[in-house]
């Protein structure tokens, strides 16, 4: 008998009718001998909803983002009511967890929590009776007993985490696509569905715009070595398994290409070039919780330096007012940015031992006319951003040039 912990999407419970389906995949799962732990999402675009009314509220003084977690909880607890009451209804027994009756215990840093430690008891006596533990994902509880959330997808960090103190054979994480592709199929419609890719891989495909998978639950799947498996509520299919890189796969030098239009740039002009400065102008950008990705620093003649990085686009007017007034202590010249912009990334552990992929890369751009105004590499990855505009042409250009709608990743 395997142990598989089953997460369900906004998308897969959606409605009564989609939940009913969700149950019947639950109970095929223990038809099969397999004992099942449910992780669900809210309903839908409840989320969208509830964030709509806090920023009707247009409250963002202190506590506000206490309450906003509040608030934002409460999707995912509908649903998993909803889905227990469903199982039950179907003969199937259920009982349904909130994050704090999950024994899930974050940091304080409200909507965008870090789960710190679980206490299973309560799960592990519940499938002990048999019964069908579904938790209301994206949530916990922090010190002082108030409710915290992670921050969107949340749901799968929630998943992982379970399948890894559990000890689950399986972590599944049910949506609406087939697995993990090639790239967006709907940019590309010669995106491949991917059968495995290595954690590492999916990390990267993750933390750079691909939208199947939270980063942070590909984190956890990599640390406790949880094995992922990416499914299709609604279609039956082997999907894509994440897991540990296997000296025997054949690897692709390009697994796939992610994108993201959710960026945005700011460049502080004109500072002195001393000791600190990066620190000055970064230092407060991180006391406010926002995540910095690509940085740049040029050096002028004059002994002045600018400064540019990339942060998410819903950062964006924060971290210019945040510049704003470090500028004046900096004696910067100017402060400018651009929330127009978007990265692409190609990623695949068979760059490493491949030369030559950031220039072809480069090549394809250039005869696209696209310009790269960011570039950032490691030794799976290659990012460059460009212009929102051009973000569909070049994924296209790269899908073809590499061949990925023919490349296959064996077994």
């Known amino acids: 008998m395997s142990f598989v912990v089953q997460k369900f999407g906004g ?18 799962a223990r038809e099969r001998g397999d004992q099942v732990a449910a992780v669900v ?61 999950a024994g899930i215990l974050t940091d304080s840093s409200h909507t965008r929590a870090r789960i710190q430690s679980i206490d299973t008891e309560a799960l592990r006596s519940s499938l002990d009776r048999g019964e069908v533990p579904v938790v209301a994902g994206f949530q916990g509880i922090d010190d002082a007993g108030d409710i915290t959330t992670f921050g ?9 985490a379970l399948a ?41 495909l993750a933390s750079l715009g691909s939208r199947v998978l939270h980063s942070r639950a590909v984190e956890f799947a990599s640390k406790y070595q949880v094995p992922l498996r990416v499914l299709s509520t609604f279609e039956d299919g082997p999907g894509t398994l994440i897991t540990k890189e296997d000296s025997n796969m054949e690897q692709p030098i390009i697994s796939g290409i992610a994108f993201t239009r959710d960026e945005a740039k700011l460049t502080v002009l004109g500072v002195e070039d001393v000791p600190g400065i990066a620190w000055k102008i970064l230092g407060p950008i991180s006391e406010a919780n926002i995540e910095v990705d690509m940085i740049l620093q040029n050096v002028a003649a004059d002994n002045t330096t600018d400064f ?22 900096i004696h910067a010249r100017e402060v400018t940015g651009d929330n127009k ?64 709608e023919e490349q296959g990743i064996k077994s």
Request: glycine share 8%; net charge negative; with cysteine.
């Open 41 to 101: 999402s809210a309903m839908g675009d409840q989320t969208d909803r509830l964030d709509s009314l806090a920023k009707e509220v247009g409250f963002n003084g202190e506590g506000s983002r206490r309450e906003i977690d509040v608030l934002l909880s409460s999707g995912e607890q509908v649903t998993m009511a909803v889905l227990s009451m469903v199982l039950m209804k179907l003969g199937c027994p259920a009982k349904s967890f909130t994050g704090r009756q």
């Open 11 to 28: 998308t897969s419970v959606a409605s009564v009718d989609h939940i009913e389906n969700v149950a019947r995949k639950i109970m095929a």
């Open 308 to 329: 540019t990085f990339t942060v998410s686009r819903e950062d964006y007017e924060e971290a210019m007012d945040i510049l704003g007034k470090v500028a004046n202590d």
């Open 341 to 404: 912009i978007a990265k692409l990334s190609m990623v695949g552990v068979g760059m490493r031992s491949h030369a030559g992929v950031a220039s072809k890369m480069f090549e394809v751009l250039a005869e696209k006319s696209i310009n790269i105004q960011m570039i950032s590499t490691s030794e799976i990855k290659v990012s460059v951003v460009i212009g929102e505009e051009y973000i569909e042409l070049a994924t296209r250009a790269l899908h073809s040039a590499f061949d990925l």
């Open 152 to 160: 969107r997808g949340g749901s799968d960090t929630t998943a992982v």
């Open 164 to 204: 890894a103190v559990l000890g689950a054979d399986e972590c599944q994480i049910f949506t609406d696509v087939e697995g993990v592709y090639t790239t967006d199929p709907r940019a590309v419609d010669t995106a491949r569905l991917m059968e495995q890719v290595t954690f590492e891989e999916m990390l990267e």
